[in-house]
C-alpha cells in the first residue's frame, strides 16, 4: 500500500514538471521558428540618392577622386530595423565565397561613409514625417586619390545577418591633369645662355612629372638638363650656339601620366 501511494504521488508530482519542460521546449523551439525571420531578411540594392533619400534619375557609375554622393539601401524583412552597416573595398567585388570585407575597420585610402551605418526605410525611403534623410541614407566620399585598381566597391551588410548584403562597384577617375609654366619662361635668350625652366604639374597623383623637349628650323636647338623634371622642378635649358633658322625655337613640357596634356612656350634667340 506504502508503495502505490509513493509511487502514484511521484507520478502526481513529475508529470506537471515533465509537461511543463515540454511546453519550455516547444516554446524554445517556437521561439527559434520565429527569430527565423532574421535569416530571411532581404537586402535591396544599393541606390544613389539625394540628401533626403530620393533616387537619382541617373547614378553614377563613375566618381572622381574626392568626389562625395548619398546611397542608401533597403532591408526587407528587419525586424528590428536594425539597418545596414556600410563599408568600402578597393576593386571590383570579390568572388562568391571569398570573405567579405565588412567588418573590417573603414579604410580611408578606398573613401569613406558618414555615418558608417543606417536605419532601415521604408519602401526605400525615410518615414514620411523625417524631414531629411539624415540617419537613413550615408554620405560616401571617393578617396582622394585613384584606387590602384582603379575601382571601388561599396557594400552595404544587414546588420541583424552579416550574411545578407549587396554591393556595387564605382570606377574611381583622378582629375584632368594641367601643366603650367612657373614663372614664365623668357621671350628672349642669347645663342648660348643658360636659364632655368620650371612647370607645376596640378592632380599629377603619381608625381610622374614632365619630359622637356625643344624643336627649330635648325639641327642645333638647345638643351635641357635633365631632361624629366617632377612638378616645381627646375630644369636648366641652354640656347643654341648660334641663331636656328626662323630666329627661334619651341620648348615643350609634356605630362608622362597623360601625354595629352603640356605646356608650350616660344623663345627667340639673338
Known amino acids: ?142 578617396p582622394p586619390s585613384t584606387p590602384k585598381l582603379g575601382t571601388v566597391t561599396l557594400y552595404a551588410v544587414s546588420t541583424s545577418d552579416h550574411s545578407k548584403f549587396s554591393s556595387t562597384t564605382l570606377t574611381i577617375g583622378g582629375l584632368p591633369i594641367s601643366v603650367g609654366f612657373a614663372p614664365t619662361p623668357p621671350a628672349t635668350l642669347q645663342t648660348s645662355f643658360p636659364t632655368q625652366l620650371r612647370v607645376v604639374l596640378n592632380n599629377d597623383v603619381a608625381d610622374a612629372g614632365v619630359n622637356w623637349t625643344v624643336i627649330c628650323g635648325s639641327s642645333d636647338c638647345g638643351s635641357f638638363n635633365p631632361t624629366k623634371t617632377t612638378s616645381a622642378v627646375d630644369t636648366i635649358y641652354t640656347a643654341p650656339a648660334t641663331v636656328p633658322i626662323g630666329g627661334s625655337i619651341k620648348v615643350t613640357a609634356t605630362s608622362i601620366a597623360d601625354p595629352t596634356k603640356a605646356a608650350t612656350a616660344t623663345i627667340s634667340i639673338q
Open 1 to 142: 500500500m506504502f508503495s502505490r501511494i509513493s509511487i502514484s504521488a511521484f507520478t502526481s508530482s513529475i508529470l506537471p514538471v515533465a509537461l511543463g519542460l515540454a511546453a519550455a521546449a516547444s516554446m524554445a523551439m517556437s521561439g527559434c521558428g520565429s527569430g527565423s525571420s532574421v535569416s530571411n531578411i532581404q537586402v535591396g540594392p544599393i541606390t544613389f540618392t539625394d540628401m533626403n533619400g530620393s533616387p537619382l534619375k541617373n547614378p553614377p557609375t563613375a566618381l572622381t577622386t574626392g568626389e562625395p554622393t548619398y546611397v542608401d539601401v533597403t532591408l526587407t524583412n528587419d525586424p528590428q530595423l536594425l539597418g545596414a552597416d556600410w563599408s568600402v573595398y578597393c576593386g571590383s567585388a570579390l568572388p562568391p565565397g571569398t570573405p567579405l570585407p565588412p567588418g573590417e575597420p573603414q579604410n580611408e585610402t578606398c573613401g569613406t561613409f558618414t555615418p558608417a551605418h543606417t536605419m532601415s526605410t521604408i519602401n526605400g525611403l525615410p518615414p514620411s514625417y523625417v524631414t531629411s534623410g539624415a540617419g537613413y541614407v550615408a554620405f560616401y566620399t571617393a
